[in-house]
């Protein structure tokens, strides 16, 4: 014990060494061999010490150490004696900061009696002048009273109302952010449960000389205290009683006559949050002064958040006049005459509806009409006779649209007094009537013919919408035969309106509706939409097509539609896939809607706010019988006809299979289990009619999609295999007596495949299955094969007549190596080196006539891309339910990186090609954290890389260097002159040649654009002539969105210049 004090004592402050000073004697307290009282004896000398400095270190022995101590390890009997101790060393000035510490690790632990806390208040009150000690020290000082007050407040009430003048002596002048936002939120606990009346005047003084806040944090600052934060604190202090309001709406006035800017918006919400709380009667007096400087700031700032502002300022203070008791002498109420202003200063400008003041006018009314049932009775029937006046009297398209905007903001301010159609008539109160009744059927008349217009000004149409969408969200107006109106009408926009905005707006009006009411748009949207779909595409508008599916998907994924979707979707398909005499556009007539199909299931299903919920992965779950067995049948009926159908043909079937993946996704182990015991059954072992007896098989041919020699209309099916195998959860067990035979026959069967679908298929299935293996033994066990041995020899063949089947087994073993690289399994590197080292298996001549064949190094760099690309269909990710360790990809990387960098100096022109797109697949994928730290070793492929004439390797390298300028430009600095030839030569074409594809000129003009931003003066001067006069052919580019771009870049090269 001694020796751990006499280490604390001799240590800097703040030092490893106190540290672990601190830790032993915390340990010897826990294991019971010493107490807090014999650590203060043992500090005798330095307690009593004559020099100040040493006892104040003594004393922070005791603090750290009860700031790590647990509690249970501080005796009762301890705590009182440090209580009192603390409280004696207060008068010890060079002591008080480490005195504070102690007192408030003590309260922490809410260890102290109440007797004890209000010793320590008044103690510190008595005899610390908190105000001239440093920042840290105050702020431990603000931390005790809070604390006091969260967990003593018996005792603090105890000290009467000179607890509450004391402390506002103690926070007076402080001006440090961090320990003003723990003094604020301190006032904000004193309001509330302390009697503070005979000092409100005082508190308000020292509150409000802070407001308003102009405090800007510096750039390096590590607090994270905003200007925003201190605000809002401030704002709650002035909020928080209506004790206040006498000395503080004179003040909000005052600001809100004379201050501008983000002052001003500061002012406006401090008003917005005072007003329900000081309410009517402090209001009342400053009314007309209120809504003339609130009136004048929306008119004439042109700064959208103070716009804002006082639009919320408006509502909060009609709100607060709307509680005023009316005297019987008066004729109006506060709220009345508060509107009057309003309405008396608005109305006229709705007679230039499309102007400046029209807009802001409508606003503000909006806002007032918005707080509550008076006032928006009061403003309604005020502004709504007028309104509708001047749209019968104005016929021009622009005044309609405007005074239509109008109209839709009043219905959404009735929405937020009255509710919206999802919100059950149990949560509203239905004597309040929504005053926009008595003019709906105008309102819908009006909305009706501006959404039918045939008049090419698409906005008003646009409109229309919106109103008929406000109306239809809108309780107590719509109902019966003018809700089958509005939704017929918005049908017909989105079938037949010419411009796509006004088609997503009825689309999002639909959609918003369904949410809440799904019934009306399952009577009448559904059956709309699935009419303009075909029986096949023919002569159909693709275009138009698609615009009804997009409608549909959208449609579904509201208010529990899915269902209904899936059925309408799954129906028109039947139709279109049993053609056998289809063309191309029959087949991405089946396409679109099969993806269409995937979209429903993968889509999230929204509802509206208190409708019913849906859940999604049971509803999906229910449909999984309705979907994977009906396919199945479908597909296998299809399979096995005489004529090809058109449900068969690749395309369809790869959309197909990422269904059924989803599908599968989407059910638990228990009812995955029978699924895969019955596909594995029908797929393998052709048991066809046990389990799919709806199967049409008139022909009697055999089953065996995943035989060699089956044709090809069968083979294709093997998507549809690998979709439900490969989806499966790690404990469902697969139904074959030896696993491990079954893979090796997946493998086999898919390296001797001349099918590519096939063999993608079946390797995707083998790898799958081996990473979901139960453990890593396992695993190792099964590599050992002779299959996988087989695997590696064909991988390693070199006479030229087995070429075929060398790239086949590269791309057999790139999914098993992906499957063990990301389960991190050591074996998955060893068969990824393999692949790695055939990058440079073309320098050896493969036939006597010394013919090199450089398929195999573009294979095993296309194997790369394999490994470390997630698959689109989730295939080896945790979307599929694989095993994937954390950080797989930077282990690849870090393995991957030497093989390339070793090998690519010395490999040929066109097998460094194979280098290059293998380090393209990496830098995809990689973070470019990890790619920092190599940057060295592969900054002279990147930029060899940039000379390939391969536009997909160089938008990938060029993606990779504006990453690198972001996260390590320091790092690139020293071969910025090599980067800069390169980047010219892309952007503005070399000499002599061709120019590179527009996308790659674009690309490498941004990064030139960035380097000025990245890079010091010093290091880019030297270019700056040269790069300005490159860039001028750059300007002349053919195409406008080049030139852009290249203008761009040199005004940034042009404002290169160095520090003043």
Known sequence: MLVAIDAFLRAPEGSPEAAAAVSSIVAALSKGNSSFLSVVEQLGPQLTHTDPFVRAKGVGVLSSVLLECPPQHIAQNAVNVLVRFYVDRLEDQPSVGEVLKGLNALLKRELVSSQDAELVASSIFKHVAVRTYQQTTRYVAFEIFDLLLRKQLSAIRRMGPSFVSDYMQMMEGEKDPRNLLLAFRTLKLIIATLDYAKHAEDLFGIVFCYFPITFRPPPDDVYGITADDLKVALRECISATPLFAPYSMPLLIEKLARVSGSAKRDALETLTACAPVYGADALLPHSEHLWNYIKEEIFKTADDHNIAAAVAAITAVTLAFSTATVSSSSTKSPLETFLDLAVKDSIHNFKDPELKYGKLSGKMLVAAASACDPACHHVVNAVMPPLLEQCRLRNLPTRQKHLLEVLVEFLKAGQEVYGLTSVSAMDMDDDFLNPILSYKDRLFELFMAATAASSQFMPLRRTGIRGLAALLMSRQLLAGMEVDMAIGQLNNAIVTDPDSEVRQEALRALVAYATAKPDGVLKLTFPAMFSELPERAGTSDLAHISNILDAILALSGAGGLHGHGLQGLIQRLDRVGVLTDFVELDLQYAEALSTTILGILEAPISTAPGAVLVDNKNTISGLAEGIIHPVLVKTISAALAQQEQLLNHPRVLCVWARILGSVMRSLQATHQQPLLDGVVAVFVNGEVSAHLPDVANSAGVAFAPLEAGSPPSQTRLSVLFAAIVCNCRPDVAFP???????????????????????????????????????????????????????????????????????????????????????????????????????????ETPQDAQGTVDFACPQAAADAVGIIVHSPDDGVLTRKSFAIVRLLYLQRFFSHAVPFLVQGFPTASLPTRRAYLLALSHLLKDVPKTVLSGSLPQLFPLLLFSLSIPDPGLKLATLETLQALLADCAPAIASRVSSVLEALLDMAAGPATGDRDPMAVRIAALKVLGDLPKKFEYAQLFPHKLTVLARLNRALDDPKRAVRKEAASARNRWFLLLGRA
């Open 736 to 842: 074959a007596p030896d696993l491990g035979s079954f893979v090796d026959a997946l493998i086999l069967r898919a390296v001797h495949s001349a099918d590519p679908t096939m063999a993608e298929s079946l390797a995707k299935c083998a790898a799958s299955m081996i990473n979901k293996m139960r453990n890593d033994a396992e695993i190792t066990t099964y590599v050992q094969r002779e299959t996988v041995a087989a695997l590696h020899a064909g991988m390693s063949a070199g006479r030229r007549e087995a070429a075929a089947h060398r790239l086949q087994c590269i791309y057999v073993a790139s999914w098993i190596a992906r499957a063990l690289v990301v389960r991190s399994h050591p074996a998955g590197y060893d068969l990824s080196s393999e692949i790695l080292r055939l990058l440079n298996a073309a």
